[in-house]
């Protein structure tokens, strides 16, 4: 059984869910063909996540300013003097010394026997603030002259001079400083004038992060779009050269079905992981590293514990998958509905079948929606819990960080800026876990979109050609069942066409007239025997040029959407008006070409609406006529006329089945009456062959066909009567 032949009960029962990545990497080097697009969307959609954190960082100095005496300038001038000496410090007292907060390994202050609760004050009477402007702005290598106690709380413990030499700053630091000589030093005693500054900063950066994200959606979405045009090219030019056999037990919508809903899936997927899946975790890193900054030890709990979120919504993703891939299916199965419908609405109004067409259509879309309120119940739960999650998680967090802002280790803006980076982490975790499920969905419709793309399509086994065909088909014990069917179509048949003769395939329906000329152009191929076109066989010759060979004129006269000059020159490389408008002729169709609105240029509808049934066979039979092949099929060519179109049609394929092998297969005697030899089938073997006379005088089955089927315009005796 093919791969793609899934129907609904058969999605059901599939095993164990999981992300198909196989399939992801053939849509990703698919994609990857517009890599310069996609690339400027992932530079712009990288510096969006970078300005975006830093929009959410300007918290801390917005909260510096508006929670603290110190102010911005403050904060960067001792940013960077605990950098020159390694330790960290804070106004103690009156503010006429320092508080040493931490002392780093290699800090001259270590050195010096200082730690975490000594004091440092400058000689005379100069304030804390005055002492770390001193030590922020000196240079490399100058040493700064200090009053040291490495235990204040002691009365004993003496005051000590100690000599601390300045540090070269690191790139960051030597940026901080840059900053800090940007503002003015006075700054920080209009709070107002800082708050001004720090708020058009950041509506600057804000600015300029939307533009970033604008470009780098615009630009992911041209590439992905451009993609998905080539995969929708791609699974048609597979489904056009797919053998017939595969869509013997393949509903039609389940592969519309395919080019519209399931490359829709895989679309909103790639979008999603251009955008969403590149931007949101690049700003929860970044917003990680603001964090790292603000407080390495609480970002390393939360990385820890990230890992244990990721695992619900994994057993989260499979089902999704699973509902994502039934639903997909049942939007084949109402495509399917649907179509049917409409195409026999004659019928349906006819047999006043509108209430059971309903409830069947009905039936089917509860399907659908079963599995919509499934994926949205799974959804919805996404968000919810992920919710819970990070409020239990930030609410436990900001309690430990409260206990230390009381405690008198960590500052208010600190804090508070803390809180806003955890709060900011949030949202992309968020947008993830919705990412995620699109990624999941879209991996269910890649996987289907790919079952069509990877089936075997039809080969040309061989290479040979005939210059010229004569036209002598033999069919040497030729048998054929179809795909999943049990008993044969055809068995053992054995029949030689003469080049340049017309037979005519008479038989009861399902004897396996349609299955035998369907054998010519190879649109199945014997499953024994084999058959010969002038000696070679049909699997040595090219499978173009045997079919360039060949002119057919099937029982449901198709017509394609277009004009008639379309129509009639249909599969040829380039439109010869005047050979179009001869064929029309011959096949007793310019008459009524010409009387539409446009002639040759009118459009004739969705599948020839706008022409009867005998219009439709006549345009069908000059497409014959415009191919000029040495082989001539009629498939019940005349099947759906009326009397006069039957003429007109029978005229036609008499003056142009001369000098070609023409098989007919007919329900009517004055059809088939000009015909060399009748062929008569029953249950796929070849009965009997003959003239009409003869074999009505010895063949059973051909004189009850002829009384029934066959005599429906003739007398017994071949003579229409029409």
Request: charged share 20%; aromatic share 6%; with cysteine.
């Amino acid at each position: 059984m093919s791969k793609a032949r899934l129907t609904i009960q058969h999605e059901a029962n599939r095993g164990p869910e999981r992300f198909h990545l196989a399939e992801f990497k053939r849509v990703l080097a698919m994609t990857w063909r517009y890599k310069r697009a996609l690339l400027v969307g992932v530079v712009f959609t990288v510096a969006y996540a970078l300005l975006n954190t830093v929009g959410i960082s300007t918290a801390f100095p917005l909260f510096k300013v508006m929670l603290e005496e110190e102010g911005l300038h403050g904060l960067l001038t001792r940013t960077v003097a605990e950098a020159r000496v390694g330790a960290e410090f804070a106004p103690a007292g009156h503010g006429e010394r320092l508080l040493v907060l931490h002392v780093g390994g290699h800090s001259p202050l270590q050195k010096a026997g200082l730690q975490r609760g000594s004091t440092l004050e400058a000689p005379g009477d100069v304030p804390a603030a005055d002492l770390i402007d001193k030590i922020a702005s000196a240079k490399a290598g100058q040493s700064i002259e200090l009053i040291a106690r490495a235990d204040p709380t002691d009365a004993t413990s003496p005051a000590i001079e100690i000599s601390v030499p300045v540090r070269k700053l690191s790139t960051e630091m030597a940026a901080v400083s840059w900053v800090r000589g940007l503002l003015p030093a006075g700054i920080d005693k209009n709070r107002l004038r800082s708050l001004r500054l720090i708020l058009i900063v950041l509506i600057i950066v804000i600015l300029l992060s939307n533009v970033c994200r604008y470009v780098g959606e615009v630009k992911a979405m041209k590439g992905v779009l451009l993609a998905m045009m080539d995969l929708r090219e791609r699974l048609y030019e597979r489904t056009l050269f797919l053998p017939l056999s595969f869509f013997a037990g393949q509903p039609t919508a389940d592969i519309v079905g395919r080019f519209v809903q399931d490359v829709q899936e895989v679309q909103r997927g790639m979008l999603a992981l251009f955008s969403r899946f590149i931007r949101e975790p690049l700003r929860a890193v970044f917003i990680l590293a603001w964090a790292m900054c603000l407080n390495w030890r609480l970002t390393v709990v939360i990385i820890l514990v990230a890992p244990l979120i990721l695992v619900v919504f994994w057993s989260i993703g499979k089902r999704v998958k699973k509902a994502n891939r039934k639903l997909l299916t049942a939007y084949g199965a109402l495509i399917d509905g649907v179509t049917t419908t409409l195409h026999s609405l004659r019928v349906v109004k006819a047999y006043t079948a509108e209430a059971y067409e309903r409830r069947r259509l009905e039936q089917v879309d509860f399907r659908i929606y079963r599995q919509q309120y499934k994926l949205a119940r799974m959804q919805a739960l996404v968000s919810p819990l992920m919710e819970t999650l990070a409020a239990v998680a930030i609410s436990l967090i900001l309690v430990w960080l409260a206990g230390q802002v009381i405690g008198a280790d960590r500052s208010a803006s600190s804090f508070a800026a803390l809180g806003i980076a955890l709060a900011a982490l949030f949202d992309p975790l968020r947008k993830l876990t919705n990412v995620y499920v699109q990624l999941i969905r879209a991996s269910a419709g890649a996987e289907r979109v790919f079952q069509v793309i990877d089936e075997p399509i039809e080969t040309s086994t061989g290479a040979r050609t005939l210059d010229p065909v004569r036209g002598e088909i033999v069919f040497d014990d030729v048998s054929f069942t179809y795909p999943k069917a049990e008993t044969p179509a055809l068995s053992h048949v054995t029949l030689t066409i003469g080049a340049g003769e017309t037979i005519a395939l008479v038989g009861a329906n399902g004897s396996g007239k349609t299955t035998l000329a369907g054998l010519i152009p190879r649109m199945f191929d014997p499953t024994t025997g084999r058959i010969t076109l002038d000696g070679a066989e049909l699997r040595e010759l090219d499978l173009n040029a045997l079919r360039r060979s060949i002119g057919l004129v099937s029982q449901e006269a198709v017509i394609f959407a277009g004009t008639p000059i379309e129509n009639i020159s249909y599969g040829a490389e380039a439109i010869d008006r005047s050979r179009v408008e001869q064929a029309a002729r011959r096949a007793h169709a310019d008459d009524f070409i010409r009387a539409l609105p446009g002639d040759y240029e009118a459009n004739l509808g969705e599948r020839g609406t706008t022409l009867s049934g005998g219009q439709r066979q006549r345009i069908s039979i000059a497409r014959a006529i415009y191919r000029d092949a040495p082989i001539l099929i009629f498939d019940e060519a005349t099947s759906q006329v009326d009397s006069e179109s039957e003429q007109n049609i029978q005229t036609a394929l008499r003056d142009f089945s001369q000098g070609r092998t023409t098989i007919i297969i007919a329900h009517r005697l004055s059809t088939i009456q000009f015909a060399n030899r009748i062929v008569v089938l029953d249950g796929g073997r070849v009965v009997d062959t003959g003239a009409h006379g003869e074999l009505y005088a010895r063949c059973m089955i051909y004189r009850a066909l002829c009384d029934t089927q066959l005599a429906g315009n003739s007398d017994r005796s071949g003579h229409a009567t029409s």
